[in-house]
C-alpha cells in the first residue's frame, strides 16, 4: 500500500522569475558535477609508464569498464585484466548522470516493444535479473551508494499527455510490473506541482543512486578482485596484429588477445564506431539542500526518481542531503565535442533552471550549488548494444542513451561473452545479433541535430513541422 501523506496547498504559481531573480538563483554555482565535488573521491591510480601484456583490456574506466572487469574476474579469477581510464575513473559521463535506476536494460518497456517486439518476454526477464545481480553485487563488497529503492515515477504535465501515459501504464500492467496510476489528486499526495497531471509510479527494481559514490565503490572492488588499473592513461592508437590486439598509450604499450570497448562517444580508431553512436550534451543542475520547510512545499516524502512527459523531458530527484538533482536540455555540438565551451557558461543553465521554476514555483528561493554538462552516448534503437570489431578480438558496448546507470552491468555482460565466445541466452537474440543504424556523418549530423532540437522545445506547445518533424524522425527508426 502507497502511504498517503497530508498535502498542503500549493501557493498561488508565482510568476517566472525575471532575468535577474535567475541570475541570482546561480549566483554561487559551481559548474561542476555535484556527485564529484566530494573529499570521498579517490587518488587516481599511477598511469601504465611501461609494456605490458593482459589476458584482456578493457577500456574505459566509466561503469561498462567496471562492471566488465568485476564480472570477468568473478567468472575467472585467474584471467588477468587490465583496465585503463584517459582521465579519472567516474569523471565521464559515469559521474554525470542524475542517477536514476530503472528495471529496463531498453530505456523503458514502450521502446522494447518498439524495438524488439517479438523478444518482450526475456528482456523484461533480463532486466529483473541485471537489477537484483546489481543488487547483490552492492551488498557483496559492502558498496555504498546512497541507493534508495522508492521506484520510478512518470508523471504528465498536461492533461493532454495523459491518454499516452496511460497506454503506457496498461503496457507495463499487460507484462508484470508493479505500476500504481495516480490521479492529480492522489499525485500531489507525493509530489506538488501546478503541471502535474497524472502519474504512473513503477514500484519495483528502480531507484535513486550517487553515480559517482558507485563508479568509486566499483572501482574498489575491482582492486579488490586484482584487475589492474591505471587512470591518467588514455589510448593513443590501436592495431591489430592478427593474433592479438597492440594499444599504445602515452608512455608505454599494451598487448592483449581480447579488448571490451567500455569508451562511451570517445574516438578510439574503430571507425564505424562513430558511425553508431552520437554525443549527445545533457545539462543537470543541483540545488542547495532544502530545509525542512522547503521541502514541506513539495512533499516527496517518498523520494521517487521522475521523469515527466514533455518531449524535451526533466527529470529530477532527491539526494540524500536533501538537494534536487534536475536535469534536461539536451543539446549536440559539432563532432560530438568532448567540452563544449558553452558548458563553462552559466549562462548556459539559465534555460535549465527556469524549467525547474516552472516545475516548482513555490521553490523561487531555492538557488543552484551545482551546474553541468555530460554526454550522452545515444544510438538508434535507444538501448545498449555489444558489437565485435577487429575479426572479434574487440567488443564495443555502448548506446545506452541516458539508461547506463543500471543496464550497463547487462552491457557489459552481453559484452564479455560476445567476446569470450561464452553462451548466454541474449546471444540468441536480436539484441546482441543486430547492430543499431548509421547515423549521418558530420555536417548532416549535427544539421539534422541542430533542427531536431530546436523542433524539440516547441513540439509539445506549438506543433505544426515541429511536431511533424519529430514524428518524421521516429519514422527513420531514431528514438525521440
Not at 587490465?82 to 554525470?96: D, N, Q, T, W, Y
Not at 589492474?228 to 592478427?242: A, K, Q, Y
Not at 567488443?395 to 561464452?422: E, H, K, P, Q, W
Amino acid at each position: 500500500m502507497t502511504r498517503t501523506l497530508q498535502a498542503t496547498p500549493l501557493p498561488l504559481a508565482a510568476p517566472p522569475l525575471g532575468r535577474q531573480d535567475l541570475a541570482d538563483a546561480f549566483r554561487a554555482t559551481r559548474l561542476m558535477p555535484f556527485w564529484l565535488d566530494s573529499p570521498e573521491a579517490p587518488a587516481p591510480t599511477p598511469p601504465l609508464v611501461q609494456d605490458t601484456r593482459a589476458d584482456l583490456l578493457v577500456v574505459g574506466g566509466g561503469f561498462t569498464g567496471l562492471w566488465a572487469a568485476i564480472q570477468a574476474k568473478e567468472q575467472d579469477p585467474d584471467l588477468d585484466v587490465l583496465l585503463i581510464e584517459a582521465g579519472r575513473v567516474a569523471h565521464g559521463a559515469s559521474g554525470r548522470a542524475g542517477g536514476i535506476i530503472s528495471t529496463s536494460i531498453m530505456h523503458g518497456l514502450p521502446n522494447a516493444v518498439r524495438v524488439f517486439p517479438q523478444d518482450i518476454a526475456q528482456l523484461e526477464a533480463f532486466g529483473r535479473d541485471n537489477l537484483d545481480g546489481f543488487e547483490a553485487t552492492l551488498a557483496r563488497y559492502g558498496i555504498d551508494a546512497d541507493i534508495e529503492w522508492n521506484g520510478e515515477m512518470t508523471v504528465a504535465v498536461s492533461d493532454e499527455h495523459l491518454a499516452a501515459l496511460r497506454a503506457d501504464y496498461e503496457l507495463h500492467r499487460r507484462y508484470g510490473h508493479q505500476v500504481e496510476w495516480l490521479d492529480r489528486d492522489q499525485l500531489a499526495e507525493q509530489i506538488r506541482s501546478p503541471l502535474f497531471a497524472g502519474a504512473m509510479w513503477s514500484r519495483e527494481r528502480s531507484g535513486t543512486v550517487h553515480p559517482a559514490k558507485l563508479a568509486w565503490g566499483l572501482r574498489r572492488a575491482a582492486l579488490q578482485l586484482g584487475v589492474r588499473l591505471h587512470e591518467l592513461t588514455p589510448l593513443v592508437s590501436l592495431r591489430d596484429l592478427g593474433r592479438e590486439l597492440e594499444v599504445q598509450v602515452p608512455a608505454g604499450c599494451i598487448r592483449a588477445p581480447r579488448m571490451l570497448l567500455g569508451s562511451g562517444t570517445a574516438k578510439v580508431g574503430v571507425g564505424d564506431i562513430q558511425r553508431r553512436v552520437a554525443a549527445v550534451r545533457d545539462h543537470v543542475l543541483a540545488t542547495e539542500p532544502l530545509s525542512a520547510e522547503q521541502r514541506s512545499r513539495i512533499g516527496w516524502a517518498q523520494r521517487q526518481g521522475i521523469y515527466d512527459t514533455r518531449t524535451q523531458l526533466n527529470y529530477f530527484r532527491l539526494t540524500r542531503d536533501h538537494r534536487i538533482v534536475f536535469g534536461g536540455l539536451l543539446s549536440y555540438h559539432y563532432d560530438g565535442q568532448a567540452n563544449p565551451p558553452q558548458d563553462a557558461r552559466v549562462e548556459t543553465y539559465h534555460r535549465l533552471g527556469a524549467a525547474f521554476h516552472r516545475t516548482f514555483p513555490q521553490l523561487a528561493d531555492v538557488r543552484f550549488s551545482h551546474a553541468w554538462g555530460g554526454p550522452i552516448d545515444y544510438c538508434s534503437r535507444g538501448s545498449v548494444f555489444a558489437k565485435p570489431y577487429l575479426g572479434g578480438k574487440a567488443v564495443f558496448v555502448a548506446g545506452y542513451t541516458g539508461f547506463g546507470i543500471g543496464a550497463s552491468r547487462f552491457g557489459a555482460r552481453m559484452g564479455l561473452n560476445m567476446l569470450l565466445d561464452r553462451p548466454g541466452p541474449e546471444r540468441q537474440l536480436d539484441i546482441a545479433r543486430l547492430s543499431p543504424l548509421w547515423i549521418p556523418p558530420e555536417p548532416l549530423r549535427w544539421l539534422g541535430a541542430r533542427i531536431t532540437f530546436h523542433a524539440i522545445d516547441g513540439a509539445d506547445t506549438e506543433g505544426g513541422w515541429k511536431r511533424r518533424w519529430m514524428q518524421a524522425i521516429k519514422a527513420l527508426g531514431f528514438p525521440m
